[in-house]
Antibody, heavy 117, light 108 residues
Framework: VQLGQSGAEVKKPGTSVQVSCKPS????????IHWVRRAPGQRLEWMGW????????GYAQKFQGRVTLTSDSSTRTVYMELRGLRFDDTAVYYC???????????WGQGTLVTVSS | SYELTQPPSVSVAPGETATLTCGGD??????VYWYQHKPGQAPVLVVY???DRPPGIPERFSGSTSGNTATLTIGGVAAGDEADYYC???????????FGGGTKLTVL
């Protein structure tokens, strides 16, 4: 499976950003898409997951209320929306595929989101 | 919340063996995953289920667990192995995915 992500974004503080992730190479079922970010000088940080079969989601406590994951089965695309952007949300955002509680065996190329006034 | 502890940095000479550790609890009841992350690239899975390698990952990369420590060993280190390495587990707590703080591997 290959995961293709949308392009870089520059956003102002307080606004929202939406990043897309489009899996290809297998049927759009039977796996979860997770979102992980890495801010400059920081560790990998898990944000949440979405099951492409059911649309069920789960979010990291840190991002509860600020992030929403959705999917569109007609376009076979998963979306991550982050609201209330702050300067420290500047990071590269990755989507990654896992089949249940297993390894993240495929990753998107990453989307740089820069929050700047 | 569950935590994984990794040393911030490890340095080795080319051709030597790098030993990267990951401290946590209950490794006997959970699988450990290791990812290599180079600047400007996506993370790459190098070890899954404690010790297994995905297709395409050289045999130089090996994983193990003992007690409260998981270890990624990289034999015959080369400049191309310079990267940040993260361990990861699944947890039944509030956040199901936990990453360690990462170890920066420097090849001298």
């Amino acid at each position: 499976v290959q995961l293709g992500q949308s392009g870089a974004e520059v956003k102002k503080p307080g606004t929202s950003v939406q990043v897309s992730c489009k899996p290809s190479g297998q049927a759009f079922r039977g796996f979860d898409i997770h979102w992980v970010r890495r801010a400059p000088g920081q560790r990998l940080e898990w944000m949440g997951w979405l099951n492409v079969n059911t649309g069920n989601t789960g979010y990291a406590q840190k991002f509860q209320g600020r992030v929403t994951l959705t999917s569109d089965s007609s376009t076979r695309t998963v979306y991550m929306e982050l609201r209330g952007l702050r300067f420290d949300d500047t990071a590269v955002y990755y989507c990654a595929k896992a089949s249940g509680a297993a390894a993240f065996d495929s990753w998107g190329q990453g989307t740089l989101v820069t929050v700047s006034s | 919340s569950y935590e994984l502890t990794q040393p911030p940095s490890v340095s080795v000479a080319p051709g030597e063996t790098a030993t990267l550790t990951c401290g946590g609890d209950d490794f006997h009841s959970r699988s450990v995953y290791w990812y290599q992350h180079k600047p400007g690239q996506a993370p790459v899975l190098v070890v899954y289920d404690d010790k297994d390698r995905p297709p395409g990952i050289p045999e130089r990369f090996s994983g193990s667990t003992s007690g409260n420590t998981a270890t990624l060993t990289i034999g015959g280190v080369a400049a191309g192995d310079e990267a940040d390495y993260y361990c990861q587990v699944w947890d039944l707590g509030a956040d199901p995915v936990v990453f360690g703080g990462g170890t920066k591997l420097t090849v001298l």
